[in-house]
């Protein structure tokens, strides 16, 4: 049975092949799924052409600030964070590099750990960039901690 989550990073993927330049076709047999799936998944992933706009704010409304905007966002960035340690955590306790598989299973487990290692990778590369002394910080304090007796 297919869950949710295996559902999600599978869309994933075909997002990100499609957006690489790979056809219905070469996405399917990546992923050892039909055409007919990478099209649904490509839709479904889609953001609607025909939703109406949003309406907009009342004028009376008081908007939201910037500091609310922000304290926003690094909550939901805290929540993404922890739920992202506990996936890791999940799929580390799995070892799913142990469990007996066949073939197209084990292929897709590899491509989802794959492309998940591709996009946290992008997003680490991306997080040095803008905190570059932070990041500088943390390695060496891993080091330092990994290197204590």
């Known amino acids: 049975m297919t ?3 295996d559902v999600s990073h599978r869309r994933a993927e075909v997002r990100r092949l499609a957006q690489g330049g790979a056809s219905n076709r070469a ?3 990546q992923l050892n799924i039909g055409k007919d799936t990478v099209a649904r998944d490509l839709r479904a992933t889609e953001a609607p052409q025909d939703a109406p706009p949003a309406p907009p704010a009342p004028q009376d409304a008081p908007s939201e600030t910037l500091a609310q905007r922000l304290a926003h966002r690094r909550t939901q960035t805290e929540t993404a964070m922890r739920q ?10 799995a070892r799913p590099a142990y469990t007996p598989a066949d073939d197209a299973t084990a292929a897709r487990w590899y491509a989802d750990l794959s492309a998940t290692l591709a996009q946290l990778t992008e997003c680490a590369n991306a997080f040095a960039e803008y905190y570059p002394d932070t990041v500088a910080r943390a390695t060496t304090s891993t080091i330092d901690r990994a290197g204590a007796p």
């Open 84 to 93: 992202l340690s506990a996936a890791a955590q999940a799929v580390a306790d």
């Open 3 to 5: 869950t949710a989550l």
């Open 27 to 29: 996405i399917a047999a």
